[in-house]
């Protein structure tokens, strides 16, 4: 047909005219409805001008469409009716022109064509078609075969209210397991809270009572119609974000991808200020998507308690005279005791607490303590009763539990104002992906974990110090403060301080618990940056963190501190390694603490007992005394210092029985501090560290951690930690002999080039990262300590070595730390007369990075 393309053209100008009126904030519902609305009058007309039966057959709207929701890309999803499943070649034919028409005119159609019998049949089998039969809608051609249809659904056969609750339920709850609430990329339909947790409380209402609406559910005394308002807001919001996601894509799209994201904060109206607009809208949208998770909990719970009851009764316990337990939940038993009594809010988790059967609340205490939570007119901290059951709770063993059902039902923010700030507050990278609140609450259930016996293996050292700690509330009010004051500007650390200290005050803390908590909050990041991107082989570094630390119990709060807030940061950031790191550091500090500062440590007696040690296992391998002393000669004393004695015992029988003149690549076939470390002993020559970057990056490897040092006769004697990709070390024996073939190979040639490198993956494009480098005061005399913050781009570090050679720098060590899409790289460097880099020198090598470096981005 030829008027499908004036079809096709008459949509563009649709979508245009809906996107005006949605940039103009016409009501998103209104725009929505009008797409659909304009759907229906052309399947009519063209139902019409393609003749098809009016007798025989009926055009049915199913799921979204048959909601009458339509965004510009959704699918229109159709069923075709049929009294009998034996249909002319002429129907056929119309039926297929029909379908091609609506094709060519720019629609994405999802049809079936069924008799009642076969509709009913597969509804049965299928609880997602039986759910779209529900919302099924009349648009064209026989409306007694519709009704029909419409009887049938609604007989007590075809899923009956309590197996259709079941099957909803089950299937949300597969949903729920496949994705977060706050993914960096949310699907704004499947993820929970999403539009689907919306639907899925209408769908079991609607099947019940048999309503056509939301709306219809007040009636029904399922709704209160403050929680019906609540829903269409939320549900509103999503519309917007799903309806910008589709003009943005220019397809059916529901995932807010990354690249997509701005694009998406700018038709909604955002605009860059303290907080970038995209930052703006999602903190909108993961608060949207916690309130419709409470009301989805809240209202299931409640529908299957009021009209299932056939179910199994669940136990009551009593708890006292105000509360009882039912089952896994906390039940309150006087409707007004949380108006009456704002402390009794607190109350009822503190009893959550103290009894390890409590799990979730009740779904009419939720209503009851939702309706009190808005109802507030002051910070519950403003109470000196709450702030006695807050401290009560802070004390018990099982705190933690409390606090995160707390933060669950908004009770924390309704407690502590500043929280209310960072509830849904992201952060526009792939590093942190969890908002504020839920990485910190993530945070404290890593606190909890070390107490539990089965997470010994992962948290050996947090799993013995929690139980020394003074007092572990200290430890969690400065996990609670510790990002508090993130979004705000300024140094987060020492804002986030004050309000520790202040609290702490408010709270009756004395003068030592509240400056322990203030100096957690400002140092938190302190023995991370040290572990991760200082060179703690150096004695100097360590003496100068164990300052910092002042004593054993402080460094005893900030190991476990540290290591819960990196494992809260994203399932990927924690792996061995970095575990190793902080064990070694806190190790190294204990025992400068124990020692005290007024006795440093001999760098001589060191080199002495690492040789001492390595020699004594060479001798057990067989190597002769001599062979080895006139290696040893060859290397200088802080190859000793920065080895471990079975480092160097490797190290040394492998140069030994080596021909000299072709270079050396060990790969370690056992974890080396949580990684794998790679060896290269070559006749030193330039690009060595670049060429050895490029094949590490071409073999999609993550370096961590580079000694690069040279023999007194200029051999290269460098030492790496490799990991995979996922953090885990590479164990695989052809993965390892594939790289060492590959290193030798390159490293054998005469004037390496560096080869192109992998292209810029999809999900770090929209980010920028401006190149940044630094040079810090150095610890170590004649040497200079370089830190670079630039886009973590394929082939960075081999860039960075060939900009080493190029400006006469040589590179001493390396500290190579990936946050999300940042690399922060940390450098020791020296000039090749073995001093520091002046100014001028500096000025030079930052000026050819950032050339370098953004010609990469």
């Given at each position: 047909?030829?008027?499908?393309?004036?079809?096709?053209?008459?949509?563009?100008?649709?979508?245009?005219?809906?996107?005006?009126?949605?940039?103009?904030?016409?009501?998103?519902?209104?725009?929505?409805?009008?797409?659909?609305?304009?759907?229906?009058?052309?399947?009519?007309?063209?139902?019409?001008?393609?003749?098809?039966?009016?007798?025989?057959?009926?055009?049915?709207?199913?799921?979204?469409?048959?909601?009458?929701?339509?965004?510009?890309?959704?699918?229109?999803?159709?069923?075709?009716?049929?009294?009998?499943?034996?249909?002319?070649?002429?129907?056929?034919?119309?039926?297929?022109?029909?379908?091609?028409?609506?094709?060519?005119?720019?629609?994405?159609?999802?049809?079936?064509?069924?008799?009642?019998?076969?509709?009913?049949?597969?509804?049965?089998?299928?609880?997602?078609?039986?759910?779209?039969?529900?919302?099924?809608?009349?648009?064209?051609?026989?409306?007694?075969?519709?009704?029909?249809?419409?009887?049938?659904?609604?007989?007590?056969?075809?899923?009956?209210?309590?197996?259709?609750?079941?099957?909803?339920?089950?299937?949300?709850?597969?949903?729920?397991?496949?994705?977060?609430?706050?993914?960096?990329?949310?699907?704004?339909?499947?993820?929970?809270?999403?539009?689907?947790?919306?639907?899925?409380?209408?769908?079991?209402?609607?099947?019940?009572?048999?309503?056509?609406?939301?709306?219809?559910?007040?009636?029904?005394?399922?709704?209160?119609?403050?929680?019906?308002?609540?829903?269409?807001?939320?549900?509103?919001?999503?519309?917007?974000?799903?309806?910008?996601?589709?003009?943005?894509?220019?397809?059916?799209?529901?995932?807010?991808?990354?690249?997509?994201?701005?694009?998406?904060?700018?038709?909604?109206?955002?605009?860059?200020?303290?907080?970038?607009?995209?930052?703006?809208?999602?903190?909108?949208?993961?608060?949207?998507?916690?309130?419709?998770?409470?009301?989805?909990?809240?209202?299931?719970?409640?529908?299957?308690?009021?009209?299932?009851?056939?179910?199994?009764?669940?136990?009551?316990?009593?708890?006292?005279?105000?509360?009882?337990?039912?089952?896994?939940?906390?039940?309150?038993?006087?409707?007004?005791?949380?108006?009456?009594?704002?402390?009794?809010?607190?109350?009822?988790?503190?009893?959550?607490?103290?009894?390890?059967?409590?799990?979730?609340?009740?779904?009419?205490?939720?209503?009851?303590?939702?309706?009190?939570?808005?109802?507030?007119?002051?910070?519950?901290?403003?109470?000196?009763?709450?702030?006695?059951?807050?401290?009560?709770?802070?004390?018990?063993?099982?705190?933690?539990?409390?606090?995160?059902?707390?933060?669950?039902?908004?009770?924390?923010?309704?407690?502590?104002?500043?929280?209310?700030?960072?509830?849904?507050?992201?952060?526009?990278?792939?590093?942190?992906?969890?908002?504020?609140?839920?990485?910190?609450?993530?945070?404290?259930?890593?606190?909890?974990?070390?107490?539990?016996?089965?997470?010994?293996?992962?948290?050996?050292?947090?799993?013995?110090?929690?139980?020394?700690?003074?007092?572990?509330?200290?430890?969690?009010?400065?996990?609670?403060?510790?990002?508090?004051?993130?979004?705000?500007?300024?140094?987060?650390?020492?804002?986030?301080?004050?309000?520790?200290?202040?609290?702490?005050?408010?709270?009756?803390?004395?003068?030592?618990?509240?400056?322990?908590?203030?100096?957690?909050?400002?140092n938190h990041l302190v023995m991370s940056v040290t572990a991760?991107?200082?060179?703690?082989?150096?004695?100097?570094?360590?003496?100068?963190?164990?300052?910092?630390?002042?004593?054993?119990?402080?460094?005893?709060?900030?190991?476990?501190?540290?290591?819960?807030?990196?494992?809260?940061?994203?399932?990927?950031?924690?792996?061995?390694?970095?575990?190793?790191?902080?064990?070694?550091?806190?190790?190294?500090?204990?025992?400068?603490?124990?020692?005290?500062?007024?006795?440093?440590?001999?760098?001589?007696?060191?080199?002495?007992?690492?040789?001492?040690?390595?020699?004594?296992?060479?001798?057990?391998?067989?190597?002769?005394?001599?062979?080895?002393?006139?290696?040893?000669?060859?290397?200088?004393?802080?190859y000793f210092i920065r080895h471990q004695p079975n480092q160097?015992?490797?190290?040394?029988?492998?140069?030994?029985?080596?021909?000299?003149?072709?270079?050396?690549?060990?790969?370690?076939?056992?974890?080396?501090?949580?990684?794998?470390?790679?060896?290269?002993?070559?006749?030193?020559?330039?690009?060595?560290?670049?060429?050895?970057?490029?094949?590490?990056?071409?073999?999609?490897?993550?370096?961590?951690?580079?000694?690069?040092?040279?023999?007194?006769?200029?051999?290269?004697?460098?030492?790496?930690?490799?990991?995979?990709?996922?953090?885990?070390?590479?164990?695989?024996?052809?993965?390892?002999?594939?790289?060492?073939?590959?290193?030798?190979?390159?490293?054998?040639?005469?004037?390496?080039?560096?080869?192109?490198?992998?292209?810029?993956?999809?999900i770090m494009k929209p980010f920028n990262v401006p190149t940044?480098?630094?040079?810090?005061?150095?610890?170590?005399?004649?040497?200079?300590?370089?830190?670079?913050?630039?886009?973590?781009?394929?082939?960075?570090?081999?860039?960075?070595?060939?900009?080493?050679?190029?400006?006469?720098?040589?590179?001493?060590?390396?500290?190579?730390?990936?946050?999300?899409?940042?690399?922060?790289?940390?450098?020791?460097?020296?000039?090749?007369?073995?001093?520091?880099?002046?100014?001028?020198?500096?000025?030079?090598?930052?000026?050819?990075?950032?050339?370098?470096?953004?010609?990469?981005?």
């Open positions: 047909m030829n008027t499908a393309l004036a079809a096709k053209n008459t949509l563009i100008e649709l979508n245009q005219r809906l996107v005006e009126q949605y940039q103009a904030k016409h009501p998103i519902a209104d725009i929505v409805k009008q797409r659909s609305s304009f759907i229906d009058n052309l399947l009519n007309t063209t139902w019409n001008n393609c003749q098809l039966d009016q007798t025989a057959m009926t055009l049915i709207a199913v799921g979204g469409y048959g909601r009458g929701e339509l965004l510009p890309h959704s699918d229109v999803d159709l069923l075709f009716l049929i009294e009998s499943d034996l249909v002319c070649e002429q129907t056929k034919t119309r039926l297929g022109d029909f379908i091609t028409y609506l094709w060519d005119a720019g629609l994405e159609i999802g049809h079936s064509v069924r008799t009642v019998e076969q509709t009913i049949e597969q509804g049965k089998a299928d609880i997602t078609i039986a759910t779209n039969l529900i919302e099924a809608r009349f648009l064209i051609g026989n409306a007694t075969l519709f009704n029909q249809l419409y009887q049938r659904i609604r007989q007590d056969d075809f899923w009956p209210s309590a197996e259709f609750y079941k099957g909803k339920k089950e299937e949300q709850n597969q949903r729920h397991s496949k994705a977060s609430a706050f993914d960096l990329e949310p699907n704004i339909k499947s993820c929970p809270g999403g539009l689907r947790d919306i639907q899925t409380i209408a769908w079991v209402a609607m099947r019940h009572f048999d309503a056509a609406n939301l709306s219809e559910l007040v009636e029904h005394d399922f709704l209160e119609a403050s929680e019906l308002e609540e829903l269409i807001e939320c549900q509103d919001f999503l519309w917007e974000i799903r309806f910008a996601l589709h003009i943005t894509a220019n397809r059916n799209e529901n995932r807010l991808l990354f690249d997509l994201q701005r694009q998406v904060a700018s038709l909604l109206g955002y605009e860059d200020a303290t907080q970038l607009a995209v930052e703006q809208m999602m903190k909108r949208y993961y608060r949207t998507v916690r309130r419709i998770m409470e009301l989805n909990q809240m209202l299931l719970q409640l529908f299957k308690r009021a009209t299932l009851g056939h179910i199994k009764a669940l136990e009551v316990r009593p708890i006292n005279s105000q509360y009882q337990r039912r089952g896994r939940y906390i039940e309150v038993l006087d409707d007004t005791l949380f108006a009456e009594n704002n402390e009794e809010i607190l109350r009822l988790f503190l009893h959550v607490a103290k009894n390890s059967n409590i799990e979730a609340v009740y779904a009419p205490t939720l209503r009851l303590l939702r309706n009190a939570r808005r109802s507030l007119k002051a910070p519950l901290q403003d109470n000196p009763a709450c702030r006695k059951v807050f401290m009560e709770i802070l004390k018990h063993p099982r705190g933690i539990s409390a606090f995160s059902l707390m933060h669950r039902h908004g009770i924390l923010s309704s407690y502590l104002p500043a929280w209310r700030n960072i509830e849904g507050q992201m952060q526009f990278d792939l590093f942190h992906a969890y908002t504020v609140d839920e990485h910190t609450h993530r945070l404290l259930l890593n606190i909890e974990r070390f107490s539990q016996a089965e997470q010994k293996d992962e948290f050996p050292l947090g799993a013995v110090l929690i139980n020394q700690l003074p007092k572990k509330g200290l430890l969690v009010l400065g996990a609670i403060f510790h990002d508090i004051a993130k979004g705000r500007g300024g140094d987060h650390s020492k804002l986030g301080a004050n309000d520790a200290l202040e609290f702490c005050k408010l709270h009756g803390l004395n003068d030592h618990d509240g400056r322990l908590v203030a100096w957690l909050v400002e991760q991107r200082r060179d703690i082989s150096d004695p100097a570094v360590v003496a100068d963190f164990a300052d910092k630390v002042h004593d054993a119990v402080h460094l005893s709060y900030l190991y476990c501190l540290t290591v819960a807030d990196i494992c809260a940061t994203n399932e990927k950031t924690w792996n061995n390694w970095k575990g190793s790191l902080l064990r070694d550091l806190y190790f190294s500090t204990q025992r400068v603490l124990a020692r005290g500062k007024e006795k440093p440590i001999d760098e001589q007696a060191r080199v002495d007992e690492t040789q001492a040690k390595a020699k004594k296992e060479l001798l057990r391998r067989g190597i002769k005394e001599k062979d080895m002393h006139a290696l040893w000669a060859r290397f200088k004393p802080e160097v015992a490797w190290h040394s029988e492998a140069i030994i029985k080596h021909n000299h003149n072709d270079p050396l690549v060990l790969i370690s076939k056992h974890t080396t501090r949580g990684g794998t470390e790679l060896f290269v002993y070559s006749k030193d020559r330039p690009k060595l560290f670049a060429t050895v970057m490029t094949v590490l990056d071409n073999k999609n490897i993550n370096v961590h951690d580079a000694n690069i040092m040279t023999s007194i006769d200029n051999y290269a004697l460098d030492t790496f930690v490799i990991l995979e990709q996922d953090g885990e070390p590479i164990v695989q024996l052809s993965r390892i002999q594939s790289i060492r073939k590959a290193l030798e190979k390159a490293l054998a040639s005469e004037n390496p080039k560096l080869p192109k490198f992998r292209k810029l993956a999809r940044h480098v630094s040079f810090l005061p150095s610890i170590r005399q004649d040497t200079s300590m370089m830190e670079l913050i630039a886009l973590d781009s394929p082939g960075l570090l081999a860039k960075v070595g060939d900009i080493l050679y190029r400006c006469d720098i040589v590179l001493l060590a390396a500290k190579i730390t990936t946050i999300g899409e940042r690399a922060e790289d940390f450098f020791i460097l020296q000039t090749h007369d073995g001093h520091a880099l002046n100014d001028e020198q500096q000025d030079h090598l930052s000026y050819a990075l950032h050339l370098a470096l953004n010609q990469i981005s």
